[in-house]
């Protein structure tokens, strides 16, 4: 039984920070990828960064411009997303999935998914 929870969405100001986490279940990340896509008003679902199962396998989408980090903690089976200098058009729900092995920024590539938290970025 797979399960992924997202936690620590939650409202910002403009230029704050957030930490978001992934706890994983039913797999390990020694043996699936893990990456964060949001979804933001009116706009598809996108691919914000991804984590293989190989160390210093993070890849980042460059609308970011190396505000966001992705880490792993494979002995607790949780992966974070650090986000500095935040801004407004970052509102929206922050989602985490996995598949095997390799990470991508695709959404239709991942079979497994949570439920979501969000992310409010507002003076």
């Known amino acids: 039984q797979v399960q992924l929870v997202e936690s620590g969405g939650d409202l910002v100001q403009p230029g704050g920070s957030l930490r978001l986490s992934c706890a994983v279940s039913g797999i390990t990340l020694d043996q699936y990828a893990i990456a964060w896509f949001r979804q933001v008003a009116g706009k598809e679902r996108e691919g914000v960064a991804g984590i293989s199962i190989r160390e210093r396998s993070e890849h980042y989408s460059p609308s970011l411009e190396g505000r966001f980090t992705i880490i792993k903690d494979n002995a607790k089976n949780t992966v974070y997303l650090q986000m500095d200098s935040l801004k407004v058009e970052d509102t929206g729900v922050y989602f985490c999935?996995?598949?095997?092995?390799?990470?991508?920024?695709?959404?239709?590539?991942?079979?497994?998914w949570g439920q979501g938290t969000q992310v409010t970025v507002s003076s």
């Open positions: 999935a996995a598949r095997w092995l390799v990470a991508t920024l695709w959404h239709e590539d991942y079979s497994y």
